[in-house]
Every structure is written in C-alpha cells, then in structure tokens.
C-alpha cells in the first residue's frame, strides 16, 4: 500500500497533537509481529494518531520497523524519536447500523412550575422521561398506557 504522503506543516501538526499521547503499543524482544501489526492497525481505527514504543536498543531495527509499520498498514510516519514512533493514519467513517425494533431512548424535559406568590421565580425542574414513560399537563411523569379500545365501539350490528 502507498505511503499518504504529508507536507511539512501537517507533519507538524500532528507531532503537536501527539506530543500529550501516551504509547498505546509496545513492541517487545520478539519484534514486529503480526499479533503487533494487528494492535497497531486497530490503534489507527481507533485513534488515527498514535504512539508506539519500541524496546529495542537497535536503532537501526527501529527505523525498519517504523518504515515497515507505515508501508504495510498505509500509514504516513510522523517523527521517530529515541524508542517512539509516531504515526497517523485517517480514521474510517463510523457505520451507524439502524436497529429495526428500536424504540426511543429516554429524554430530559424542563418542566416550568411557576409559584402561587407573585414575584417568585419559577422553578425549573429537568426529568428523565423514559421510552414507556409520558409527561402529564401537572408535570408528572407517568407510565405510558397502551391505548384500550372499547369492545362496544369494535362491534358493528
């Protein structure tokens, strides 16, 4: 896959962005494996920028290591910096899947109580009315009733 090729100023960026982060991958003795590959691929989606720690002394084995990671999982490199590498990928669009009995979650709603004494505030109250839940004209919160139809009006003569 081919690098995403970045000019200076959002390489720049992105090291500014990065400076705050916390490695979230390390790679160990064993190198780079594909069990590691596989956690830095899913860092990307994840996060888009991330940190890795390599433990290796070998400075040559790390520059390989962050060419190889930035090439196989068509990431653009970002700084390499003593045992840190930094890379950045764009992340994915998230798919929203639609549920198809999926019933409305629960709701906050302001209710106005206004005070018997003129010149006093209202007071404001926020509740939680639930999906099977129904706001009365008194600012209750009710169980939602299913709708009952009468037997009588169901029977035609």
């Known amino acids: 896959m081919p690098l995403i090729l970045l000019t200076p100023a959002q390489r720049k960026e992105h090291r500014s962005e990065a400076?705050?982060?916390?490695?979230?991958?390390m790679i160990g003795s064993d190198g780079l494996t594909p069990a590691?590959?596989?956690?830095?691929?899913?860092?990307?989606n994840a996060h888009g920028l991330i940190k890795?720690?390599?433990?290796?002394?070998?400075?040559?084995?790390?520059?390989?290591?962050?060419?190889?990671?930035?090439?196989?999982?068509?990431?653009?490199?970002?700084?390499h910096?003593?045992?840190?590498?930094?890379?950045?990928?764009?992340?994915?669009p998230k798919v929203r899947?639609?549920?198809?009995g999926r019933m409305p979650g629960p709701r906050?709603?302001?209710?106005?109580?206004?005070?018997?004494r003129?010149?006093?505030r209202p007071e404001i109250k926020t509740l939680r009315v639930l999906g099977n839940q129904r706001l009365t004209a008194g600012g209750r919160v009710r169980r939602a009733k299913p709708k009952q139809t009468s037997v009588k009006k169901g029977r035609h003569d």
């Open 19 to 25: 400076h705050h982060l916390d490695p979230v991958v």
């Open 36 to 44: 590691v590959k596989k956690e830095v691929d899913a860092a990307l």
């Open 52 to 79: 890795v720690r390599v433990m290796s002394d070998d400075r040559a084995m790390r520059e390989a290591t962050f060419a190889t990671l930035a090439d196989e999982l068509n990431a653009a490199p970002i700084q």
């Open 81 to 92: 910096i003593g045992k840190l590498l930094i890379l950045w990928r764009p992340m994915p």
């Open 97 to 100: 899947t639609e549920k198809e």
């Open 108 to 116: 906050d709603v302001k209710v106005v109580e206004y005070s018997k």
């Open 118 to 120: 003129p010149g006093q």
